[in-house]
């Protein structure tokens, strides 16, 4: 879905991997940052395995995961 949106960095990686309709892109990477801080560090499959973890995150709580994206400055 083209809805107008530039993303950068990881998020912009994150949307190549699920699009940007499953969910905000600014909390499945809030959410990857809390369990590992540092994203680098992942391998591919890791990056994409963490990503579907915190799309499950994501899903379960919006609330909680704007609270965590905004906590972090996302």
Known sequence: MDNGKTYRGYQAAIVA????NAADPRH???WM???HGAL???SPI????E???AL??????RALSESLAQS???
């Open 40 to 42: 680098d560090a992942l």
């Open 56 to 61: 499950e995150c994501t899903v379960a709580d």
């Open 46 to 49: 890791m990056f994409k395995h």
């Open 17 to 20: 991997m699920i699009g940007d």
């Open 72 to 74: 972090m400055g996302i």
């Open 28 to 30: 499945i990477e809030a």
């Open 33 to 35: 940052r809390n369990e």
């Open 51 to 53: 990503i579907m973890v």
